[in-house]
């Protein structure tokens, strides 16, 4: 197959894949080998589960120029982001992992109650079985083997589907994780749609998806076929709030950065800014200054950046376009960019001001590089306009006021709220990442993803025969003694 790598980029072809059908039977072979491991997979100790992350671990050093040029051809992403958001949060998430599964795997005390005196009780955490990671394409990397590093710390056998959308890193993952376990443990699985498809057919113990709403209800619906556990990670309109009291210049420069950082193509961007009255025309200005620092002086400079990331597809940059035309059509104007060569899936920076609430840009969320900024006179304004949409993964508040900052988290729900910054959040594996209603269900990183991929067993260890068997039938005045103890103790 010829290399259609970008010049400069030194990515080989992509591997010769099998036919959907093919890979469709494979998954299947795979299922049921996994199920016939996972008791011996769930028995492991902390120190072979270690063992399995370190070897995951040499394998990402090992194929780290692969991923590079890899995703350097399915989006363009430039060497500092596939460094600084795919390969090195994973890796700190398998330091993080080894550095404490001791810990997590430990069986916790819980407080035995006094009708069960002489016992103790207990939460032990045990994996879930085999389960399905489907990723996302827009960090086809990360998105895949973050939650993977979770499943296997928690003693899962895991089957991962990469997105068909970047193929040439659903190669180098599927390479990568091979080097690193043997198939009835983890594999990757590529393909396309039916391949997908096919796989929430079979009943997994825990589906894991990041993508879109629409297909996450897919997921949804089949995890209750299977009676399964499921954890969403979606996305949403996550806002970013200015108000009068803000470092100005400051925060358009880091909604800039994180706006169009991966061009715009992630879950957490900040998708709108609410910036009060008395600020926009200045925001607007450092924001346009922020765009040319960052991405270059002209039009001409922005395109030929090696720092801006490709749009993902063809129909991705004319659906872009095509929204960006209805904003100004009723009343929208661009600021800086607009501009779009679908056969180069180039979308330049955008910035769209007098954005009305009624806009169809702001309908959904936009997932590329285009900020549409509106106005608010007041923060009730402000948090009314956020309440009124589905409750978005991260929430972006800029203010000096910790009154403000206190009435923003009181009055509003986000997966999380960052303050004075942007999409930072993800970065720190002690905070869970994950979204609320509409945004998600569910939470991983760190502790928050072993135990997204266990389930908690609850376990009685009973010395003595306690105060029980003083209920047996028949019931005499013992018994009725008791149960009138107990009852006036609970009130």
Known sequence: MADVATAGSGAGPVAETLPDAALIERARTLFEAQRRNREFVRRLGARERIERLEALRAA?????????????????????????????????????????????????????????????????????????????????????????????????????????????????????????????????????????????????????????????????????????????????????????????????????????????????????????????????????????????????????????CRIVDEHAVLRLAARVEAAVAVGARIEIGGRSDPLERYFAPTLLSNVAAGSPIMDEEIFGPVLPVRTFASLDDALAEIDARPRPLALYLFTRSRRVARAVMERTDSGAVVVNEAAIHYFNPNLPFGGVGASGLGAYHGWFGFRAFSYERAVVRQRGPGLVPLLDPPYRRRAIRLVDLMRRLIR
């Open 60 to 308: 990402i050093l090992a194929h780290r120029v692969a991923l590079h040029r890899a995703m350097a051809v399915d989006l363009g992403k430039p060497y500092v982001e596939v460094e600084a958001i795919e390969i090195q949060p994973a890796l700190r998430e398998i330091a993080h992992a080894a550095r404490h599964l001791r810990r997590w795997m430990r069986p916790r005390r819980v407080p035995h109650p006094f009708l069960l005196a002489g016992g103790r009780s207990e939460i032990r955490y045990e994996p879930r079985g085999v389960v399905l990671v489907l990723g996302a394409w827009n960090y086809p990397f990360g998105l895949v083997v973050n939650p993977l590093i979770a499943a296997v710390a928690a003693g899962n056998c895991v089957i991962a589907r990469p997105s068909e959308k970047a193929p040439r890193t659903a190669a180098a993952l599927e390479a990568l994780v091979a080097d690193a376990f043997p198939e009835n443990e983890v594999a990757v699985v590529g393909g396309g749609v039916p391949v997908a498809d096919a796989l929430l057919d079979l009943p997994f113990d825990h589906f894991f998806f990041t993508g879109s709403g629409a297909i996450g209800r897919k997921v949804m619906e089949a995890a209750a076929r299977h009676h399964a556990g499921v954890t969403l990670e979606l996305g949403g309109k996550c806002p970013a709030v200015v108000d009068e009291t803000a470092d100005v210049d400051r925060a358009a420069e880091r909604i800039v950065r994180a706006k169009f950082t991966n061009a715009g193509q992630t879950c957490i961007a900040p998708d709108y800014a609410l910036v009060h009255a008395s600020l926009a025309r200045r925001f607007v200005e450092r924001a346009v200054d922020a765009v040319a620092r960052f991405y270059g002086p002209s039009e001409d400079a922005r395109r030929r950046s090696p720092d801006l």
